[in-house]
C-alpha cells in the first residue's frame, strides 16, 4: 500500500541511506524530506533522488512549529520516521544549546504537529511516530562484565548529547502514554558506512590515513564500540517501523564489539592493500587527550528484534569496513581530481 513518509534530517548520514534504502524497497512510497541542512547535512547525499516524482525536499528547521504544521497540512503523512539531530558528541560537551533546541524542543513540536493532524483525522493510533534514537541513552559499561544494553536498561545519559536524546525518546514515550499516539523507538549502536560526516571517528580515520596525517585516537584508545553497518540499520528501521509493536522499544546492535585501536588498525589494514604507501597506515596511529566524561563501553542486547521481527545484520564489519573505505577512497579521488 502506499504511504507518504515525513523523514527528519535526510540529508544526514543515516536518514539518507534510509531514503535511498526505502525509496527502492517501497517504489510506491511518497518521501518528504525536511532537513536543516547544518554543516552536517547535504545535499549530495540525496542528488541521486532529488528528481524523483515521489521524492519532496523541504529544507527547514523541525523546530519551526509553523512550517511542520504547514506540513502536515499540505502532504497527508502516514508516518514520521525522526532522525534529525545534532549528533556530534565532541560539540555537544563544547555547547549542548542546538542539542536542546533540535533534539528535545524540535522532537516536541514534530510529536506535537503529528498528534494535531492524525487527531483531526481520528488516526492518532493508526499512523506511526518512529523515533531514532541512539545506545548512548543507557550510559556506559565497564570493560569487564559481558552485560549488554537491554531495553529495559535505565536511561543513564552521561554527556549532552544523551541526554537531549534521552529527553526526545521520554517525550516520544509521553506523547505514546499520555495521548495514545502510536510510537515506537528504536536505538541502534554505532552506525559506519558512506555519507557519514568527516567529524566521526571512521571517516577521520579513513581520511587522516589517506592525507598521510596522524591518526588520533582519545585517551588509551581502549574506549569500545559496537559497530553496525548502516543499510543493516536501515532493514531494522523498515521492520520497526511496519511491523514493531506500539510504544515499544527495540535495541540495534552490530554484534561487533572492537576498541578504537582495534577497529584503527582493521581500516589500515585495509588502506595498506587498497593505497599502499611505503609505511603502514598503522604508524600514524597517535593518542591523544582523553574526550570529557568519555563513555567507556556501549553495547546492545539485540535479541528482542531477532526473536520477534526476524532482523540480524547481515554486513560482517570486515566488508562492511571494505565498502565504506572504498566510498572514501571514490570521494576522495574525486575531490583532488
Ligand atoms: P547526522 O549528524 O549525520 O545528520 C543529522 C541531520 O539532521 C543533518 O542532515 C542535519 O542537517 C539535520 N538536522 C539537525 N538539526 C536539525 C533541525 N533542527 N531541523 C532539521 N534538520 C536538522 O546524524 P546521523 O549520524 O545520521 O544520526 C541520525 C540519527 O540517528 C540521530 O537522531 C542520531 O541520534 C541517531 N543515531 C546515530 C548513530 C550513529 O552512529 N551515527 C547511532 C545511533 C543513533
Known amino acids: 500500500m502506499s504511504k507518504s513518509l515525513l523523514v527528519t534530517g535526510g540529508a544526514g548520514f543515516i536518514a539518507s541511506n534510509f531514503i535511498h534504502y526505502?525509496?527502492?524497497?517501497?517504489?510506491?512510497?511518497?518521501?518528504?524530506n525536511i532537513d536543516k541542512l547544518t554543516y552536517a547535512g547535504s545535499d549530495a547525499n540525496v542528488q541521486e533522488i532529488a528528481a524523483s516524482d515521489n521524492y519532496q525536499f523541504i529544507k527547514g528547521d523541525i523546530a519551526d512549529g509553523q512550517l511542520i504544521n504547514w506540513i502536515f497540512?499540505?502532504?497527508d503523512v502516514d508516518g514520521v520516521?525522526?532522525?534529525?539531530?545534532?549528533?556530534?558528541?565532541?560539540?555537544?560537551?563544547?555547547?549542548?544549546?542546538?542539542f536542546i533546541e533540535s533534539n528535545v524542543l524540535g522532537t516536541n513540536v514534530l510529536l506535537q504537529a503529528a498528534r494535531d493532524a492524525w487527531e483531526k483525522k481520528g488516526e492518532l493510533a493508526i499512523r506511526r511516530f518512529h523515533q531514532i534514537s541512539t545506545d548512548e541513552v543507557y550510559g556506559s559499561l565497564d570493560l569487564e562484565t559481558d552485560e549488554k544494553f537491554h531495553e529495559q536498561t535505565p536511561y543513564d545519559p552521561r554527556n549532552p548529547y544523551s541526554a537531549s536524546k534521552a529527553g526526545a525518546d521520554m517525550l516520544v514515550?509521553?506523547?505514546?502514554?499520555t495521548y495514545g499516539m502510536n510510537v515506537v523507538t528504536s536505538s541502534s549502536s554505532n552506525n559506519y558506512g558512506p555519507q557519514q560526516h568527516s567529524?566521526?571517528?571512521?571517516p577521520t580515520i579513513i581520511s587522516n590515513a589517506l592525507q598521510g596525517k596522524p591518526i588520533p585516537l582519545y585517551g588509551d584508545g581502549k574506549n569500545?564500540?559496537?559497530?553496525?553497518?548502516?543499510?543493516d540499520h536501515c532493514r531494522a528501521i523498515d521492520l520497526i517501523f511496519h511491523e514493531g509493536k506500539k510504544l515499544e522499544k527495540y535495541n540495534v546492535?552490530?554484534?561487533?564489539?572492537?576498541?578504537?585501536?582495534?577497529?584503527s588498525m582493521m581500516i589500515c589494514d585495509i588502506l595498506d592493500h587498497l593505497k599502499p604507501e611505503h609505511y603502514s597506515h598503522k604508524e600514524l596511529i597517535t593518542y591523544i587527550g582523553d574526550r570529557k566524561g568519555h563513555d567507556r563501553r556501549y553495547a546492545v542486547d539485540d535479541s528482542k528484534i531477532r526473536n520477534t521481527l526476524g532482523w540480524k545484520p547481515s554486513t560482517t564489519l570486515n566488508d562492511g569496513l571494505n565498502k565504506t573505505v572504498e566510498w572514501y577512497i571514490d570521494q576522495w579521488e574525486k575531490a583532488i581530481l
Not at 22 to 32: C, G, L
Not at 224 to 231: G, K, N, P, S
Open 253 to 263: 546492535g552490530g554484534n561487533n564489539e572492537r576498541t578504537n585501536i582495534e577497529l
Open 173 to 177: 514515550k509521553s506523547f505514546g502514554q
Open 73 to 75: 497540512n499540505e502532504y
Open 81 to 98: 520516521i525522526h532522525f534529525a539531530a545534532e549528533s556530534h558528541v565532541d560539540r555537544s560537551i563544547n555547547d549542548a544549546k542546538a
Open 22 to 32: 526505502i525509496m527502492q524497497r517501497y517504489p510506491d512510497y511518497k518521501i518528504i
Open 224 to 231: 569500545v564500540r559496537d559497530w553496525l553497518y548502516v543499510e
Open 199 to 202: 567529524e566521526k571517528l571512521i
